[in-house]
């Protein structure tokens, strides 16, 4: 079935350090894919989607780009910000259709 | 903007008690869905609801049922609660029509010692 892998961290950066969290998936198809973002202490949220490939996703400053080729939608922003800290997870729907299936979450801390 | 309320943020019960999970959302969506996130797994589906009364298992739904009566509320029951169900839930929603998001409430954490 369709599956999401994600880089585990903790990834810890300098404020206005360059971020990148690597995201690879396996999917039937070529699906919608997403980002979500869990702030302390919240649900999750979306942050971008990409609807079909090469389309670009923005948000926020953050950047994820569809790539079939390398089935790949990684998560980048340029400059990174304290209040960025965060959980962030790279989705896409379910074989199925029916819901959508998550990767297991990279967090990520910002240190002024 | 979508609300999604999950009725209790934090929980504490005891082996084998039954509790109730409630999640109400107000933007008339369709589906309702019911997550488990646990440290390194992520996200799993336990069940999800298509419509009233509607319901279909997830990944893991041993342990676990659900309610959905009315169209805006839908119930995570856990008959017999164990230790291994110690975790943060979270209950989502969508319109049936959308290209897949989901508006997720903030979350019940649920101690069960």
């Known amino acids: 079935g369709n599956s999401v892998t994600q880089m585990e961290g903790p990834v810890t950066l300098s404020e206005e350090a360059f971020l990148t969290i690597n995201c690879t998936y396996t999917a039937t198809g070529y699906p919608s894919l997403f980002w979500y973002v869990q702030y302390p202490g919240e649900g999750l949220q979306l942050l971008l989607k990409?609807?079909?490939?090469?389309d670009k996703g923005s948000n926020k400053g953050f950047e994820a780009t569809y790539r079939k080729e390398t089935t790949s939608f990684h998560l980048e922003k340029g400059s990174v910000q304290v209040s960025d800290s965060a959980v962030y997870f790279c989705a896409l729907p379910d074989t199925g259709r029916r819901a959508l299936t998550f990767g297991s979450g990279t967090r990520l801390q910002v240190q002024p | 903007d979508v609300k999604v309320t999950q009725s209790s943020r934090y929980l504490v019960k005891r082996t084998g008690e039954k509790v109730f999970l409630e999640c109400v959302q107000d933007m008339d969506h369709e589906n309702m869905f019911w997550y488990r996130q646990d440290p390194g797994l992520g996200l799993r589906l336990i069940y999800f609801s298509y419509d009233v009364k509607m319901k279909e298992k997830g990944d893991i739904p041993e342990g676990y049922s659900v309610s959905r009566e009315k169209k805006e509320r839908f119930s995570l029951i856990l008959e017999s609660a164990s230790t291994n169900q110690t975790s943060m839930y979270l209950c989502?929603?969508?319109?049936?029509?959308?290209?897949?998001?989901?508006?997720f409430g903030e979350g019940s954490r649920l101690t069960v010692l």
């Open positions: 990409a609807t079909k490939a090469d």
């Open positions: 989502a929603s969508r319109h049936r029509v959308d290209t897949g998001e989901l508006f």
